[in-house]
């Protein structure tokens, strides 16, 4: 039985004392709130710290076609230093030192973006040659 269970096993012994009046509603309220803090830290804890960094990565641009152009900009401005438009769209992302590990963890794939001193750029074939 994994911990998650365990913690649910109790919660619904819990219930069951106070079905029966073995507890006060205030203690069960008090104990349940235990219980439901317990399973979320396990549940947190067993999520991988990359798929917490790519949800929360998502997350922040859920309503991005809603934003006004002043909103997108804040929210790029708040994850990057800098960010280089040429007229084939981005060509150079400088991320802000906090935001690094959440956008390795967000953009994943290196063969698409790949890291370099100045900053994250698009691969092109032609540095291979």
Same mark, same amino acid.
């Given at each position: 039985? $994994?911990?998650e269970q365990r913690v649910e %096993?109790? $919660?619904?012994?819990?219930?069951?004392?106070? !079905?029966?009046?073995?507890?006060?509603?205030?203690?069960?309220?008090?104990?349940?709130?235990?219980?439901?803090?317990?399973?979320?830290?396990?549940?947190? %804890? @067993?999520?991988?710290?990359?798929?917490?960094?790519?949800?929360? =990565?998502?997350?922040?641009?859920?309503?991005?076609?809603? =934003? $006004?152009?002043?909103?997108?900009?804040?929210?790029?401005?708040?994850?990057? !230093? !800098?960010?280089?438009?040429? @007229?084939?769209?981005?060509? !150079?992302?400088?991320?802000?030192? @906090?935001w690094r590990p959440y956008l390795? %963890?967000?953009?994943?794939?290196?063969?698409?973006?790949?890291?370099?001193?100045? @900053?994250?750029?698009?691969?092109?074939?032609?540095?291979?040659?």
């Open positions: 039985m $994994s911990e %096993a109790r $919660s619904g012994r819990l219930r069951d004392l106070y !079905e029966l009046g073995d507890i006060t509603r205030d203690e069960y309220i008090r104990r349940r709130d235990q219980f439901v803090r317990e399973a979320s830290a396990i549940r947190a %804890a @067993g999520e991988p710290t990359f798929v917490r960094q790519r949800t929360s =990565m998502r997350s922040l641009v859920d309503d991005w076609d809603e =934003m $006004s152009a002043d909103q997108r900009k804040r929210v790029l401005g708040t994850m990057f !230093e !800098e960010v280089i438009v040429d @007229g084939d769209g981005i060509s !150079e992302l400088v991320p802000r030192e @906090g390795k %963890a967000a953009l994943g794939e290196p063969r698409v973006l790949s890291e370099r001193k100045t @900053g994250l750029e698009p691969a092109t074939l032609t540095l291979a040659r």
